[in-house]
């Protein structure tokens, strides 16, 4: 399905990042990021641009060539990883960041990533997550129509359930991110850390 949506000349979510990203990627500590289902690169390459070494995984090999592409053009280098969330290792305390931008999953594959996100964080990572809450459903301006794969707050407490959230918000703003994200949307926004234990 993703290698025919990608499948286009243009940039079907653009070529700018992602609105929560581009105001918040400071707290994300500078080194390693691994950006998940990052689709045609985006946010990769804008992370790129600010000095992080960035690591894109998605499933989609269309996506994924057009990242490249967008990077040339921006004169950054990235890695892209061709994978299925359902298989990839994340690792562990390997990422000073991780970033979900409208990566959604269903939500027993999502709940089984997003432990391994907690995992995978280095002490003091942090994970930076903008998606669909179940209320998109109400405004049909982008995002899955399926409820299992839209977030809510107490679901992601729950998933996440290791981190520190600094930043856990329902919100409801203007989305404009290519053609297939486009008008009034409910999104739920996270920025939350992996404690330092001593």
């Given at each position: 399905?993703?290698?025919?949506?990608f499948?286009?000349?243009?940039?079907?979510?653009?070529?700018?990042?992602?609105?929560?990203?581009?105001?918040?990627?400071?707290?994300i500590?500078?080194?390693?990021?691994?950006?998940l289902?990052?689709?045609?690169?985006?946010?990769?390459?804008?992370?790129?641009?600010?000095?992080?070494?960035?690591?894109?995984?998605?499933?989609?090999?269309?996506?994924l060539?057009?990242?490249?592409?967008?990077?040339?053009?921006r004169?950054?280098?990235?890695?892209?990883?061709?994978?299925?969330?359902?298989?990839?290792?994340?690792?562990?305390a390997?990422?000073?960041?991780?970033v979900?931008?409208?990566?959604?999953?269903?939500?027993q594959l999502?709940a089984?990533?997003?432990?391994?996100?907690?995992?995978a964080?280095?002490?003091?990572?942090?994970?930076?997550?903008?998606?669909?809450?179940?209320?998109?459903?109400?405004?049909?301006?982008g995002?899955?129509?399926?409820?299992?794969?839209?977030?809510?707050?107490?679901?992601?407490?729950?998933?996440?359930?290791g981190?520190?959230?600094?930043?856990?918000?329902?919100?409801?703003?203007?989305?404009l991110?290519?053609?297939?994200h486009?008008?009034?949307?409910?999104?739920?926004?996270?920025?939350?850390?992996?404690?330092?234990?001593n």
């Amino acid at each position: 399905m993703w290698n025919q949506r990608f499948d286009a000349d243009h940039y079907i979510y653009g070529t700018e990042p992602n609105d929560f990203l581009r105001h918040h990627f400071q707290t994300i500590p500078k080194g390693n990021v691994l950006c998940l289902a990052e689709g045609e690169g985006r946010n990769a390459v804008f992370l790129a641009q600010q000095g992080y070494q960035v690591t894109a995984v998605d499933s989609s090999d269309v996506g994924l060539e057009k990242a490249q592409r967008l990077a040339k053009e921006r004169n950054v280098s990235i890695t892209t990883i061709h994978a299925d969330l359902a298989d990839f290792d994340l690792g562990t305390a390997q990422w000073d960041g991780i970033v979900s931008i409208f990566g959604h999953l269903p939500s027993q594959l999502r709940a089984k990533v997003y432990q391994q996100v907690v995992n995978a964080l280095k002490p003091d990572g942090v994970l930076l997550l903008e998606g669909y809450a179940v209320a998109q459903l109400n405004y049909q301006t982008g995002g899955p129509k399926d409820e299992d794969m839209l977030l809510s707050i107490n679901a992601l407490q729950q998933e996440l359930h290791g981190l520190n959230f600094s930043h856990l918000a329902e919100v409801e703003r203007e989305v404009l991110e290519g053609t297939l994200h486009t008008g009034t949307a409910a999104v739920i926004q996270v920025i939350a850390n992996r404690p330092v234990t001593n």
